[in-house]
């Protein structure tokens, strides 16, 4: 006996039990006031010398282990939290290659300084109640996803963009938290989170049956200062601090 595949035989279903006279025809043909060639989520198929309704599939993973219960529950959970913060860690990695970008471009050292303070500021000021928002979990791929995206550990992020002492004190709260701002992102170590975005970057969010990201007005609008603004602007007084913690 041959095996029909299931998707076929939904369609070979579909063609038996559909009555064929021709006020059955005329109401397929009509559906929506759009002949059945025209639908957007139907497409034709040419098989030998019929013409038979067929669609794409979407890509699925397929595990050599079937997920327990508790196991599947924390990929969907993953999953959530992936969606939650992508966006964040995207507007992240912009910014971070935005202001490496801009500190090449001074040349002087308190230059960059008072617009990485200013920058700073006008971060708090606007996400500060957004990502304190953040569950433990959601925070963490948030830190994962921008060393995915910055091929540096988070450490190293903080280290070159404040300084040393900045990792150093981050690192030591973090691990209160269950991070470790030194370990960096390797997708073998986090082959869920590896399969989940890679699938999110190549399909979208759709994907995974959501109309689109959670909205974030402030992350919409949020630009960055405009160098001469900021530096033509009066200093602030850990401006006028030393630069010493730069030099080290």
């Known amino acids: 006996m041959k095996i029909i595949a299931p998707f076929t035989a939904v369609f070979l279903f579909f063609y038996l039990t559909l009555p064929l006279n021709g006020q059955s025809m005329a109401r397929l043909d009509s ?13 034709l198929c040419l098989v030998g010398t019929d013409t038979i309704p067929c669609a794409q599939l979407e890509e699925v993973i397929v595990s050599d282990r079937k997920r327990s219960p508790e196991e599947e529950a924390a990929y969907r959970k993953l999953k959530r939290n992936v969606i939650k913060v992508y966006p964040y860690a995207q507007r992240a990695i912009a910014l971070i290659n935005e202001l490496d970008a801009i500190n090449a471009s001074l040349n002087r050292r308190r230059d960059q300084k008072k617009y990485r303070n200013y920058l700073e500021d006008q ?10 928002d953040l569950t433990i979990s959601q925070g963490k791929v948030l830190i994962k996803l921008i060393e995915r995206g910055t091929n540096k550990t988070f450490y190293e992020v903080i280290r070159e963009h404040k300084n040393w002492f900045s990792a150093f004190v981050y690192q030591n709260v973090g691990r209160s938290y269950g991070y470790d701002l030194k370990e960096g992102y390797n997708p073998d170590n986090y082959s869920d989170l590896e399969n989940i975005v890679s699938f999110l970057e190549q399909n979208g969010v759709q994907y995974f049956g959501y109309r689109s990201y959670p909205e974030s007005k402030t ?7 405009q160098v001469e603004d900021v530096l033509k602007s009066k200093k602030r007084g850990k401006d006028k601090s030393s630069d010493k913690d730069d030099d080290n």
Do not use: N, R
């Open 31 to 43: 559906l929506y006031g759009k002949p059945v060639d025209k639908l957007a989520f139907l497409g």
């Open 123 to 132: 971060l708090k000021k606007q996400f500060s109640t957004e990502i304190k």
């Open 219 to 225: 992350l919409q609008d949020f630009q960055m200062p």
